[in-house]
């Protein structure tokens, strides 16, 4: 018997309209445990390097973690792995909700797509019922929408959905997947719609075998009021108005303005008061007791959810105020559209709109105010209409597209794609390499699990890492140490990156929540989940005998797997440098020696090629093979 998965992946081929039900090797489980982990390893089988991101043979691949569907509290997200056009690279993202626990129930730990369909189709999985239906008449609706016609369509009200937007439909690089009260963002959406799939609709009422239950649930029980009591975990804006952090020190797009930028009291209860306006509700995932998201109805729109990466994209910029950003997210969700990249893209087109690069021939009755050019410019890329349909395919590829000196307002990507705009003193080492060297292209999907600055008070730093017993105690005397304006050793950078980027890694196999597990308490302490309880719930789970060294091998792993993937495909040293104006004093000798400093650390080559030793101590010497193949590593 399999405990805490299924043994099953749901295989679809859109191009020949074939469905098949395929059983899955245990040893792959051992090896990667589920989620992220084994989506790499099909990924690695399954797509060459060769294959472009728009051909068919690019796979499209949702997973469950190995916890979803157990009483394991948080285990919700839902990985979305694929190779991006924007990038040529991996690409990954994740979301919550309801869909991979639901996807699980209905027996099948993925769902693995190839092809093209020729029409616009969406995926119903009823259990052993799996269809490929007409979604013709869906073309154009919201991805939200989608979802609650679809559960119409089928008389499902219980079934979860995933869907695009016009976005994704026509294939804008920025487009998400939406799905109940969270989002697969960073590019993953133009894959399902270059695919033509529409949605997947799912409904599953199996049940899930896990080893112990008896341990499973005494552990559970006790977590399950831990995060409940706990207001410093799940996403703190569930807690909190205060964005002074966030407005200080994030610049979006355009919004480099640092005086108008400043959080005040006055803003605080303005945001405050405009949330409270709005709110519907709070709502929460899948088997999770932190209600972290909002549903927010502005009068006259569409419903959306309120994410907290998403707070403030717009209105900061735009320079525009509280009420704005909420307008554009009820559409923008809607449409299917990315509120990372979304919000920078649009700040980009107004830039060098006002730069002269771009015109009033560009831009035909272009308005005068920010808010409404930002309406215009958004009608403009989902529709591809216009320069629209350059500005569709991202900041990076659009300037060099656009050219005239368009080039220059390309403040904040990396490897071609758009990251998460901060505008800081001077250079984090950490965060420099957690930046250059992320292979999820996120730095939220890589940071985390040590604070960004020490506090200045020895007294109350000593306090601060009272009970932080989430990570070895090396941290604690490196934070202990750390004095304001100065920096972290080379040593305690590169182990700092590896511990959080690890985190994530299993955090992205189990499923886990990461505001429960990678992101460490605002105030000190420690998450609900960490390396050193994690193994509890997975080895209850699974039977497999699991402490935080295995738990870690099983999280370097499957990052070394995936820094193998864009090596692969022609990623090296020279790409990993992090938007140039990130920080405002850089220190470009130390940033190359803090290179090669985790290069080695992680035993790679001063390239950042992962080494035919380090291969094969992680059980990938297939990898290291194919790299001698290719004469990407000698014989």
């Not at 616009?120 to 799996?130: G, P």
């Not at 140490?481 to 972290?488: A, I």
Request: hydrophobic letters at 35%; proline letters at 5%.
């Amino acid at each position: 018997m399999r405990y805490a998965e299924t043994g099953f992946n749901l295989e679809i081929d859109l191009s020949r309209g074939s469905i098949e039900r395929v059983e899955t090797d245990p040893r792959l489980t051992q090896l990667h445990l589920g989620g992220q982990g084994t989506a790499a390893r099909l990924l690695w089988e399954g797509v060459g390097p060769e294959v472009q991101p728009f051909d068919e043979e690019n796979m499209l691949i949702f997973s469950t973690g190995i916890l979803h569907g157990t009483p394991v509290p948080g285990a919700n997200r839902t990985s979305v792995d694929t190779f991006s056009p924007q990038t040529n690279l991996y690409s990954h993202s994740i979301f919550g909700g309801f869909f991979g626990p639901e996807l699980k129930h209905a027996g099948y730990d993925k769902i693995v797509i190839r092809g093209r369909s020729p029409e616009l189709v969406y995926l119903w999985i009823h259990n052993d019922k799996v269809e490929i239906r007409d979604a013709t008449h869906l073309a154009g609706k919201g991805a939200i929408e989608t979802g609650e016609l679809i559960k119409q369509e089928l008389k499902q009200a219980e079934a979860q959905v995933a869907a695009i937007g016009l976005a994704g439909e026509n294939r804008c690089y920025m487009a998400s997947i939406e799905h109940s009260n969270s989002s697969a963002s960073r590019g993953v959406g133009v894959i399902m719609g270059d695919k033509r799939l529409k949605a997947i609709a799912v409904r599953g009422t199996n049940d899930i075998n896990v080893a112990r239950p008896a341990e499973l649930f005494q552990l559970c029980d006790s977590q399950y009021r831990e995060i409940y009591d706990n207001p410093d975990c799940g996403c703190i804006f569930r807690h909190e108005h205060d964005e002074s952090w966030h407005v200080d020190n994030f610049a979006w797009g355009n919004a480099r303005d640092r005086v108008r930028g400043h959080w005040t009291e006055e803003r605080e209860r303005e945001w405050r008061e405009t949330t409270e306006r709005y709110e519907v509700r709070w709502t929460a995932c899948y088997n999770c007791p932190k209600d972290c998201h909002i549903a927010i109805q502005v009068p006259g729109q569409p419903k959306f959810q309120l994410k907290c990466y998403s707070k403030l994209t717009y209105c900061m910029a735009a320079y525009e105020e509280l009420d704005f950003n909420y307008k554009m997210l009820s559409l923008t969700q809607e449409y299917g559209l990315d509120g990372f990249t979304t919000p920078q893209l649009l700040a980009f087109a107004v830039e060098i709109y006002e730069a002269g690069i771009l015109t009033d021939e560009d831009l035909p009755d272009f308005p005068a105010g920010s808010g409404d050019r930002f309406f215009y410019l958004v009608e403009k890329i989902v529709h591809r209409e216009g320069i629209g349909d350059i500005l569709a395919n991202g900041v990076y590829w659009a300037a060099r597209q656009i050219g005239k000196g368009a080039e220059a307002y390309d403040h904040n990507t990396m490897k071609k794609f758009e990251q998460v705009p901060i505008k800081l003193g001077t250079v984090n080492y950490p965060y420099f390499l957690m930046y250059a060297t992320g292979e999820k292209m996120n730095i939220t999907q890589t940071e985390g699990s040590f604070p960004q600055v020490p506090i200045a008070d020895p007294e109350e730093r000593k306090k601060f890492v009272e009970g932080w017993d989430a990570a070895p105690e090396k941290f604690k005397q490196w934070y202990l140490q750390w004095e304001p304006r100065t920096h972290v050793s080379f040593e305690a950078a590169v182990n700092i990156t590896d511990w959080n980027e690890t985190m994530h890694y299993v955090d992205d196999a189990l499923g886990m929540c990461a505001f429960l597990s990678s992101f460490r308490g605002q105030f000190g302490g420690r998450p609900p989940y960490h390396m050193y309880n994690l193994p509890a719930y997975a080895s209850y789970a699974t039977g497999m005998d699991l402490d935080p060294e295995k738990l870690l091998e099983i999280g370097r792993r499957n990052r070394t797997l995936i820094r193998a993937l864009n090596v692969r495909r022609g990623m090296r040293r020279v790409d990993e440098a992090p938007p140039a104006d990130h920080w405002k004093k850089r220190e470009p000798e130390n940033e190359q020696k803090l290179l090669s400093e985790y290069y080695a650390f992680k035993g790679w080559t001063d390239e950042g090629i992962p080494t035919k030793q380090t291969l094969d101590e992680f059980e990938l010497g297939y990898v290291g093979d194919d790299f001698v193949e290719r004469g990407i590593l000698a014989g």
